[in-house]
T-cell receptor, first 112, second 114 residues
Framework: ETGVTQTPRHLVMGMTNKKSLKCEQHLGHNAMYWYKQSAKKPLELMFVYNFKEQTENNSVPSRFSPECPNSSHLFLHLHTLQPEDSALYLC???????????FGNGTRLTVT | AQSVTQLDSQVPVFEEAPVELRCNYSSSVSVYLFWYVQYPNQGLQLLLKYLSGSTLVKGINGFEAEFNKSQTSFHLRKPSVHISDTAEYFCAVLGGGGADGLTFGKGTHLIIQP
C-alpha cells in the first residue's frame, strides 16, 4: 500500500473513446502529479497541481485534460487518443513541490 | 535546467555480490537527489534521498548512496544483493526549490543472477 491509489490498473480504449483515470491520496499532501512512463524513455512529467491549482503543464496535447477537484483527488480525462499514447500513467503526491514524491501503482493504458 | 544521466541501462550481478548503479546530474542550482525503485507492475518507491547534511545516505533494503558534489554524482550501492532486488532503479534530481519539478534518469535495470 503506497498511500496513493490509482484506478483502473489496466485500461484498453479505442481512439474514439472517452475515459478517465483516477488518483486518490489520503496522505495529507498538497501537491499532485501526473507522469507518463513509456518504454525506454525517462518518466515524463505531464501536470502538476499545488493546492488544487495547476502549476505545470508540460506541453501536453489537449487530448489529455487534468482535473483536481480537491487536494486528495486527481483525474486525467482522455479523449481521441493515439496509439503512441499507450503507456503507464503514474500519479504521485508530495507534501510540497520541493518534497519527495509518493507514487501510485499506475494505470497501464493501451490505445487500439 | 537540470538533467540526470544513468549510464547503464542494464546491470547484471550475481546474488550476494556487491553492486553500484551510477548516476550523474547537472544543475545550475543546489539540488536534492533521490533514488527510486520500481518493481514489476508497480509504481515507483522512494529508496533514499539526499537533501543536506551527511553526503552518505542510507535507505531501505540495505541500499546507500553517496553525494559527490565535485563529481556531480549520486551513485547507489549495496554490499550484497538478493534476488528480490531485481527491479528498475531511477535516479532523480529536484532543483530550484522545486520550481523545475523532479527530473528522472532513464533508469537502470538491475538483474540478479542466481
Amino acid at each position: 500500500e503506497t498511500g496513493v491509489t490509482q484506478t483502473p490498473r489496466h485500461l484498453v480504449m479505442g481512439m474514439t473513446n472517452k475515459k478517465s483515470l483516477k488518483c486518490e491520496q489520503h496522505l495529507g499532501h498538497n501537491a499532485m502529479y501526473w507522469y507518463k512512463q513509456s518504454a525506454k524513455k525517462p518518466l515524463e512529467l505531464m501536470f502538476v497541481y499545488n493546492f488544487k491549482e495547476q502549476t505545470e503543464n508540460n506541453s501536453v496535447p489537449s487530448r489529455f485534460s487534468p482535473e483536481c477537484p480537491n487536494s486528495s483527488h486527481l483525474f486525467l480525462h482522455l479523449h481521441t487518443l493515439q496509439p503512441e499514447d499507450s503507456a503507464l500513467y503514474l500519479c504521485a503526491s508530495s507534501i510540497g513541490t520541493d518534497s519527495p514524491l509518493h507514487f501510485g501503482n499506475g494505470t497501464r493504458l493501451t490505445v487500439t | 535546467a537540470q538533467s540526470v544521466t544513468q549510464l547503464d541501462s542494464q546491470v547484471p550481478v550475481f546474488e550476494e555480490a556487491p553492486v553500484e548503479l551510477r548516476c550523474n546530474y547537472s544543475s545550475s542550482v543546489s539540488v536534492y537527489l533521490f533514488w527510486y525503485v520500481q518493481y514489476p507492475n508497480q509504481g515507483l518507491q522512494l529508496l533514499l534521498k539526499y537533501l543536506s547534511g551527511s553526503t552518505l545516505v542510507k535507505g531501505i533494503n540495505g541500499f546507500e548512496a553517496e553525494f559527490n558534489k565535485s563529481q556531480t554524482s549520486f551513485h547507489l550501492r549495496k554490499p550484497s544483493v538478493h534476488i528480490s532486488d531485481t527491479a528498475e532503479y531511477f535516479c532523480a534530481v529536484l532543483g530550484g526549490g522545486g520550481a523545475d519539478g523532479l527530473t528522472f534518469g532513464k533508469g537502470t535495470h538491475l538483474i540478479i543472477q542466481p
